[in-house]
């Protein structure tokens, strides 16, 4: 947050160094705080509006969010389940062997903020909504778990990545709402619609129910073409990312 509304440059190690406190210190005096480098309540309260701001210029109204502020603890409009809800896992080798500062660094991939966009017009009565309050404990939460949500969340003998392995999310209601959100670094399969344009009238006289393979830049596929000469597949765009049309020929 430093490097985005401070004057901080440094690497991101998780740990107070020098710099950092420089930093705070610099954001401190900026914002009429004390300036003693501790990154308290007073100054957190400062950092994280000043970062809000950063990342949305336009401010939200409560009205705004899904449960539209009816409930005073927020129930339905904001959560803070990203603990049970790591994008990455580090392998039980890694956790033992990597040293605290590039741990730090690597798991920042699960220090994030989510904002999860519904259709316009939708309305989530707070009583209906399966999370806890904020505040409330965890024991709401453990109740929305896989039923091994507990090993997903752990380390194993490999490292897991969400966006590959989709098992790293405890809660199955979260999991469920962004499987296939990009937010997690997720890219939706993309359908492929190609079109035969040309055949070989001796050996395959129509394109209706012709068995195709083909390959695209080392993916290969099959599929059956329609009554047209069209046939549609997805590729799983973890390893190649498309979209729009293609013609082979």
Not at 66 to 86: H, I
């Amino acid at each position: 947050m430093l490097i985005a509304v401070g004057d901080y440059t440094g690497p991101v190690t998780g740990s107070m160094t020098p710099a950092m406190k420089t930093s705070v210190e610099n954001f401190q005096k900026a914002n009429v705080l004390n300036p003693d480098g501790d990154p308290g309540p007073l100054t957190r309260a400062k950092l994280f509006a000043a970062y809000m701001l950063y990342l949305w210029p336009s401010k939200i109204a409560p009205t705004d969010f899904s449960a539209k502020g009816a409930d005073p603890g927020l129930k339905g409009d904001v959560q803070g389940c990203g603990e049970f809800n790591p994008i990455m896992v580090f392998s039980k080798s890694e956790l033992a062997s990597l040293p605290k500062d590039r741990r730090d660094e690597e798991n920042s991939a699960n220090r994030r903020v989510m904002v999860l966009l519904f259709r316009p017009g939708s309305v989530v009565p707070p009583d209906k909504w399966p999370c806890p309050k904020i505040g409330e404990g965890t024991a709401g939460c453990k109740k929305r778990f896989w039923s091994d949500g507990e090993k997903r969340r752990s380390n194993q003998a490999l490292r897991r990545e969400f966006p590959i392995t989709k098992d790293t999310l405890a809660c199955r209601f979260y999991d469920r709402m962004v499987s296939s959100s990009p937010c997690e670094g997720v890219v939706p399969d993309v359908a492929v619609l190609l079109m035969l344009t040309k055949l070989d009238d001796h050996f395959c006289p129509k394109q209706e129910k012709l068995d195709t393979t083909y390959r695209i830049k080392g993916l290969s596929s099959k599929s059956v073409t329609d009554g047209i000469g069209n046939f549609e597949s997805g590729l799983e765009s973890k390893k190649q990312q498309m979209s729009g049309r293609s013609a082979a020929r």
